[in-house]
């Protein structure tokens, strides 16, 4: 059985099947075995039937990669086509197929899934503007795994936070979460060495197999390395200097090969977010692992040493309450944008923007009791725009939701998968 579509239904599902009615080519891009062949072979089955192919299969992929246009002109009729980045010279045989005169231009005719952002490249991005549809998928979110209904974006755009009652308190609120993470198959292996061992394949078998398809990256070899040392930066303002000195390669190869790591889906950058409060908002990105069991793993960090060193679990919450942040963004009902907000001796870990500029702002702490120092900032920021200031959230280890003061509440972990 698969774990994932049995057990955890898709939030990102509707907005595939939405995206179908809607677009020639519906793109579900996001990182290897976190489920999208799975979601696109059960909508496949149940709302839109098409042909599948999957060019995991080697006969199908050497057919792709010999006569692409050959191939798309067999399909006669709505496709699902597997792990496009595999061949993306199909991506350009797609688009002649979509479009007029010829061309089939009613919406859903492609559903096409990758483990790499192909779409990343100018050339194929520029080919399909208009035509494409990209859906972002991430591993399992805490909400769906939990089966929780709320949706933190949302909620707090709405001017309010998650009630919680009764939540657990202390580390073990999110220590046993954060080490297992939202990868479907990591989840079943237990803790310790077998889901060591499974994130130790998974990394080799990504880098290994999806990089040489997708870069010409002339140092492979890094990556790995590239990848660890960006784990010791998780939730920090990014230095590619000092990463490129580690490497012994220049700064612009690291911020290069950084790029493609996020193209991959196993990094995520965050930019500032900047609202001219003051001249000296820092503009320096911030670099995440996309999974905090992932971010475990690649700092060796075991659920004991999660619980009890403050840098390491520190560094595992802001990472998972982003990414599950970010995850409840790609299928909100508001299109956001997520921030990091820095400025000299105050920052604020996460800043949520709509299209309208109204805002919401997320503290993260490990902690079960608060002060006043927590959430000064947020109120700062609050005091300044306060007809863009939604709401502003502290996430602690707590047993409830605490207001603290206008639009401002302290919320347990849980809150992330009430």
């Not at 990669?65 to 061949?87: T, W, Y």
């Not at 483990?115 to 979110?141: E, F, H, Y």
């Not at 209904?149 to 709405?158: G, M, R």
């Not at 475990?296 to 840098?311: F, V």
Request: a neutral charge.
């Amino acid at each position: 059985m698969s774990h994932d579509r049995i057990m955890f239904p898709r939030s990102i599902r509707p907005i595939v099947v939405e995206a179908l009615d809607d677009s020639r080519i519906v793109f579900i891009a996001g990182a290897r075995q976190v489920g999208k062949t799975t979601l696109a072979s059960s909508i496949i089955t149940d709302e839109r039937p098409m042909r599948f192919f999957t060019l995991d299969d080697r006969a199908t992929r050497e057919a792709a990669l010999s006569d692409p246009a050959g191939f798309v002109a067999g399909m006669n009729g709505p496709a699902f086509i597997d792990e496009i980045h595999r061949a993306p010279d199909l991506l350009l045989e797609l688009k002649k197929a979509v479009d007029p005169p010829r061309g089939d231009t009613s919406p859903g005719r492609f559903l096409i899934t990758g483990s790499a952002n192909i779409l990343a490249s100018k050339k194929i991005q520029d080919a399909l503007t208009g035509r494409i549809d990209r859906v972002r998928m991430w591993p399992l979110s805490q909400s769906e795994i939990q089966g929780g209904s709320i949706n933190i974006v949302d909620e707090l755009l709405a001017g309010r936070a998650p009630q919680v009652t009764g939540a657990v308190v202390g580390h073990q609120a999110f220590v046993p979460i954060v080490a297992t993470g939202g990868y479907p198959e990591a989840g079943l292996r237990g803790s310790g060495r077998p889901r060591s061992r499974w994130f130790s394949n998974y990394i080799e078998t990504t880098i290994d197999r999806d990089l040489k398809e997708i870069a010409d990256a002339q140092r492979i070899g890094d990556m790995g390395r590239l990848l660890r040392l960006l784990a010791t930066q998780s939730a920090n303002l990014v230095n590619y200097s000092k990463i490129a000195r580690r490497l012994e390669m220049d700064h612009k190869t690291a911020q290069h090969y950084t790029t493609i790591l996020e193209q991959m889906f196993l990094v995520h950058r965050l930019s500032a977010w900047r609202p001219g409060l003051g001249a000296r908002e820092a503009t320096t990105q911030k670099v995440y692992i996309t999974d905090a069991a992932m971010l475990a793993y690649l700092l060796g960090a075991s659920e004991a040493r999660i619980d009890t060193d403050d840098q390491v679990t520190g560094k595992i919450c802001e990472t998972f309450v982003m990414t599950e942040v970010m995850k409840h963004a790609s299928w909100a009902l508001e299109q956001v944008r997520i921030y990091h907000y820095q400025r000299p001796n105050a920052d604020i870990d996460l800043i949520i923007e709509n299209q309208r500029g109204d805002i919401a702002a997320i503290e993260v702490k490990a902690a079960a009791t608060l002060t006043e120092d927590d959430w000064q900032t947020i109120a700062k920021l609050r005091d300044a725009r306060p007809d863009r200031f939604a709401a502003g959230i502290v996430i602690y280890s707590g047993e409830q939701t605490v207001p603290l003061g206008d639009r401002l509440w302290a919320v347990p972990y849980a809150g992330l998968w009430t």
